[in-house]
């Protein structure tokens, strides 16, 4: 079995800065794109930024200039950089991943359970 755990979430002012994490455990063989997600209330979830097993990433253009998404393939982690933190950015934020677990095929899409990041002053 795989499993994502997303930590890094809490409250932070208007302009502050947050680091998430979403590290990947279990029979991993490899991990194809990555991406975190975000849904606030009342409202739909949505892409807030992906990046492929190259290094290649996008945001969404809300995000774009002030978050920034990294993987670190050692750890079998992404994370996502918050700045400049707005709090229309106040939701719960959801890892995912393709996984192709060792000894099995095709790829499988996973999720974290989320994390809750509030901007507010």
């Known amino acids: 079995q795989v499993q994502l755990v997303e930590s890094g979430g809490g409250l932070v002012q208007p302009g502050g800065s947050l680091r998430l994490s979403c590290a990947a455990s279990?029979?991993?063989?490899?991990?194809?794109?990555m991406g975190w997600y975000r849904q606030a209330p009342g409202k739909q979830r949505e892409l807030v930024a992906s990046i492929t097993s190259g290094g290649s990433a996008n945001y969404a253009d809300s995000v774009k200039g002030r978050f920034t998404i990294s993987r670190d393939d050692a750890k079998n982690t992404v994370y996502l950089q918050m700045n400049s933190l707005k709090p229309e950015d106040t939701a719960v934020y959801y890892c995912?991943?393709?996984?192709?677990?060792?000894?099995?095929?095709?790829?499988?899409?996973?999720w974290g359970q989320g994390t809750q990041v509030t901007v507010s002053s």
């Open positions: 995912n991943a393709e996984i192709t677990m060792r000894g099995r095929r095709p790829p499988y899409d996973y």
């Open positions: 279990g029979s991993i063989f490899t991990i194809n794109d």
